[in-house]
């Protein structure tokens, strides 16, 4: 085979693309108690009472935190886990999700 030959095979891609990680957000609420979205934080993503409370406490201002970044499949469920704890007790609160930039 020749030098030019050689130069213009196309290369096989050895680089895998890492699948996008995505966001669980928490929506802030006029009705769902503090303490209970607390609560929820530490029970679903495993943060202690500093971290829940900055969370909470930052979603109550701005209207929307980031609470943790994680494979799709897991985002998903931890939000519909942590939604339905709520639905449960019959309060609104929300954890969305949506793909990291
Ligand atoms: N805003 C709620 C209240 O004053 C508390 C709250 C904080 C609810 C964060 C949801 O994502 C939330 N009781």
């Known amino acids: 085979m020749s030098d030019i030959d050689a130069k213009t095979r196309t290369r096989t891609r050895v680089k895998t693309a890492r699948p996008k990680l995505h966001k669980v957000m928490l929506v802030n609420d006029d009705f769902t108690p503090r303490e209970f979205v607390t609560m929820v934080l530490k029970a679903e993503f495993g943060m202690n009472e500093d971290?829940?409370?900055?969370?909470?406490?930052?979603?109550?201002?701005?209207?929307?935190?980031?609470?943790?970044?994680?494979p799709q499949d897991v985002a998903e469920t931890k939000a519909t886990r942590a939604t339905d704890m709520a639905r449960g007790k019959g309060y609104p609160l929300l954890f969305t999700t949506e793909p990291e930039e």
């Open 51 to 70: 971290q829940a409370f900055i969370v909470m406490m930052t979603a109550h201002q701005k209207g929307v935190c980031v609470v943790a970044v994680y």
